[in-house]
């Protein structure tokens, strides 16, 4: 897994793309919604599939908190749905979102909880 920044510095040597685009990889990509099909664009250039997963995480582990996921020819509309601050994460694990998704189930654990009065 990958950790990179949406955004690079004016006096930067660029993106290494081919790096970037490599199957079976997963990229974490934090700062990218404003550049998401710039960043969807170079990977399909560069040979990652258009419909590798994706997830974009917007307001992560807040209690609203939501997960839009597709594939990467859409980032870039999933990214501008999204509230911020989001992570974008491209790779094959977005595909075990349902089984992972454990700031959901508790989160729904906490709202059936707080429903419950207790009268002593």
Not at 36 to 43: P, R, S, T, V, Y
Not at 103 to 118: D, I, L, M, Y
Request: hydrophobic share 50%; aromatic share 4%.
């Amino acid at each position: 897994m990958l950790f990179i920044t949406g955004h690079c510095q004016a006096d930067s040597q660029g993106i290494d793309w081919p790096s970037l685009a490599r199957a079976r990889q997963t990229l974490a990509i934090y700062m990218g919604t404003v550049k998401a099909a710039e960043i969807a664009a170079g990977l399909i250039e560069h040979g990652r599939d258009a419909a590798t997963p994706v997830a974009v995480i917007g307001r992560g582990t807040r209690q609203d908190q939501q997960v839009l996921t597709g594939t990467l020819e859409n980032l870039e509309a999933l990214a501008a749905a999204a509230p911020t601050p989001a992570l974008l994460v491209i790779g094959e694990v977005v595909n075990l979102h349902g089984q992972l998704a454990w700031f959901q189930h508790s989160a729904q654990q906490g709202a059936r909880e707080s429903a419950v009065v207790t009268l002593a």
